[in-house]
């Protein structure tokens, strides 16, 4: 669909009653306005929807406050979750002033980050699969106030559900911790609700490949094939949305937090990368595990570039309590073929056409346009600059401490993340993609959750200093 009349028509071949324009902001929360199909005029989708940019986080200032939103023709689906026959389509943001792309938006940095890659002559077309992994929640309680903070998960799944006496009983079939990693039913207690979630999605145009449990108890994964950079952060959009609603309407909740529960596998995010021009991949060649020079370039510049990445790869600070040692997320950057304690992976292929670099340390939390983005450009510095990621490492890095001990590893916190974001993001500039002014506003929000985490009394230290 790629024009007003056919959009139009489609609306009216369905039967719809309302439009839901949605877009992006700076932590990867949609947003959206829904319009009756009766106010829908091709004047409206030619010339845009004005909002109020300046509610939304680290965007305008009030006195600047309006905004354009410009629908994307090609990207309109169905809402499976409206109680009202509802259109979702996907907008860009721009400047009513300039009427150009808004530089704050992440979806608009994500369109520049392509156009950038076509211009360096790399390569014409940049490939991203992410592998979102969530938990499903019976129940979930947290409040936090100047005098107290509590927070408290509750799932049938859990093992200490097993000395619990439930009044429908207790069925005693659970998973250990660390231990639930592929079990069928009645282990697997979800399985239903995640086949509910893909057919969803499915119906949300998503192709999918696959669904499973993960290594904790309540941790799930939903497998989607991968796309072009821009397609592939939609995608993401869209797994989150589903996700979300799909738990709701069980009566569940559902989160993508990185690390919800203490002493237990966190939620990564794979995500798996390659370049490509003229319908050719670049990264299959003749070097370490069958990579190109373009490829181990291209890793390279992950791997220089990892900490200031961190800031939109891993933009929480809940993000650095699963990047720990012990519990399979990847904190070394080092790569290698198959090892998964590695921050980067060349995972085994069939063909030519399926090699590709799989990124490790990203979590769910991220925005997919800035964190697929940022690791873009990364990549393209690392190849325009040569720079040779060094000797893979093919031994498991957490048994050899000795060889750990020496290696860069990722960021410790978000405070560190962002202050190397603020001290080395050129890579980041080249081509106008992240203007100076998105990465201040993007600090400055960031910086705001890493003064309210750092401010605010913690129970644990309740529990360990109270009575010194």
């Not at 028509?9 to 009756?36: A, I, Q």
């Not at 941790?219 to 609603?245: F, M, P, R, T, W």
């Not at 990564?268 to 990368?273: E, S």
């Not at 399979?328 to 998964?340: D, T």
Request: hydrophobic residues 35%; glycine residues 6%.
């Amino acid at each position: 669909m790629s024009d007003k009349s056919t959009f139009l028509t489609c609306l009216k071949k369905n039967n719809v009653e309302y439009v839901d324009f949605r877009f992006t902001d700076f932590r990867g929360t949609w947003h959206h306005m829904s319009m009756p199909v009766s106010a829908i005029t091709p004047k409206i989708l030619t010339e845009g929807i004005f909002f109020d940019g300046s509610s939304i986080v680290g965007w305008q200032e009030i006195h600047e406050s309006d905004m354009i939103l410009i629908p994307d023709f090609s990207k309109l689906m169905m809402d499976h979750f409206s109680a009202q026959p509802t259109a979702i389509v996907i907008c860009d943001v721009n400047d009513p002033v300039s009427g150009l792309p808004y530089e704050k938006d992440p979806r608009s940095i994500a369109k520049k980050a392509l156009s950038y890659l076509k211009k360096t002559g790399i390569a014409d077309e940049a490939y991203f699969g992410s592998e979102a992994e969530f938990f499903i929640f019976d129940n979930i309680r947290f409040d936090v106030s100047p005098t107290g903070a509590t927070y408290e998960i509750e799932s049938d799944e859990f093992p200490q559900s097993g000395g619990k006496s439930l009044e429908q009983g207790n069925h005693g079939h659970r998973s250990l911790q660390k231990g639930a990693y592929f079990p069928v039913s009645p282990r697997d207690s979800l399985c239903d609700l995640r086949a509910e979630m893909a057919s969803i999605m499915a119906g949300f145009g998503l192709i999918l490949e696959k669904h499973h449990h993960e290594v904790a108890p309540s941790q799930h994964e939903i497998g989607v094939k991968y796309s072009d950079l821009v397609n592939a952060a939609d995608i993401l959009q869209i797994y989150k949305y589903v996700v979300h609603n799909a738990a709701h309407s069980y009566g569940k909740t559902a989160t993508f937090m990185p690390k919800p529960v203490f002493g237990d596998n966190g939620s990564g995010m794979h995500v798996h990368q390659s370049l490509w021009k003229e319908k050719n991949p670049l990264f299959p060649g003749e070097k370490y595990a069958g990579l190109s020079d373009t490829a181990l370039y291209y890793i390279g510049g992950i791997l220089k570039h990892a900490k200031v990445l961190n800031a939109f790869t891993n933009p929480t600070t809940n993000s650095y309590k699963r990047l720990i040692p012990g519990f399979e997320a990847p904190v070394l950057l080092a790569y290698s073929e198959r090892n998964r304690s590695a921050s980067c992976r060349i995972p085994l292929s069939h063909g030519n056409d399926s090699k590709r670099v799989e990124v490790r340390f990203p979590d769910p939390s991220c925005n997919g346009y800035l964190a697929f983005s940022a690791m873009l450009m990364a990549g393209l510095d690392g190849i325009k600059n040569r720079l040779h990621p060094g000797d893979a490492m093919d031994h498991d890095l957490y048994a050899e401490k000795e060889i750990a001990n020496t290696l860069p590893t990722v960021c410790s916190s978000l405070r560190e993340a962002l202050e190397c974001l603020e001290i080395n993001n050129s890579f980041l500039t080249e081509g106008g993609v992240f203007t100076e002014n998105f990465l201040k506003s993007y600090c400055s929000v960031k910086w705001s959750e890493v003064y309210a985490f750092e401010h605010t009394p913690h129970p644990i230290e309740f529990k360990l200093y109270y009575s010194t």
